[in-house]
């Protein structure tokens, strides 16, 4: 049986259609591609500024621990502490882990702090590629961000715990 007067529509997008659509899409791109290309760079940022928070924090902690164990001078492996095996300086201040309680750092000692300080799953500060870049200025452990090839800083200062964060 035949039907008659039956019409078919057309399938598919004509070409007007298509280019308009196409047109919006590239529009959107224009917008959406800035504001990507920014969350990589916000998110470097924000990793920086928590591990110099967990830093700081850890470091107030090491001291908190120091002076609720009744010190008052300097000490090794501190009880109650992470590993209780930070050192600390004669005013309670993380100074590494092999002994020295000095608060004149160097890079091993600065490598020591933060491994001591932040603990498991800290961001790395040796061996191939690590997060951070340790350096010494000024008595200063200097910990440079390598991801994002920018120089940001975060730095910590044995004498009296400060930590300071250079985001660039």
């Not at 609720?68 to 492996?77: E, Q």
């Not at 603990?119 to 500060?125: E, L, R, Y």
């Not at 910990?143 to 994002?148: E, G, V, W």
Request: aromatic share 8%; with cysteine.
């Amino acid at each position: 049986m035949r039907q008659v007067g039956v019409k078919h529509g057309h399938q598919g997008f004509t070409l007007i259609e298509l280019v308009v659509v196409i047109a919006i899409l590239a529009i959107l791109a224009a917008f959406a591609l800035p504001r990507f290309a920014q969350l990589s760079e916000q998110a470097h940022q924000s990793s920086i500024r928590a591990t110099s928070g967990a830093l700081a924090a850890g470091v107030a902690l090491a001291k908190t621990q120091w002076v609720s164990n009744g010190f008052t001078a300097a000490t090794t492996n501190v009880q109650g502490f992470g590993n209780d095996d930070i050192d600390v300086s004669d005013e309670g201040w993380p100074t590494g882990t092999a002994g020295s309680t000095s608060s004149t750092m160097t890079a091993a000692t600065c490598q020591e702090v933060w491994e001591g300080v932040l603990q498991s799953n800290a961001p790395t500060v040796a061996g191939t590629d690590p997060d951070y870049a340790i350096t010494v200025t000024g008595g200063n452990c200097v910990f440079t961000y390598q991801a994002d090839g920018q120089g940001s800083t975060i730095e910590y200062d044995a004498d009296n715990g400060e930590i300071s964060t250079t985001i660039n």
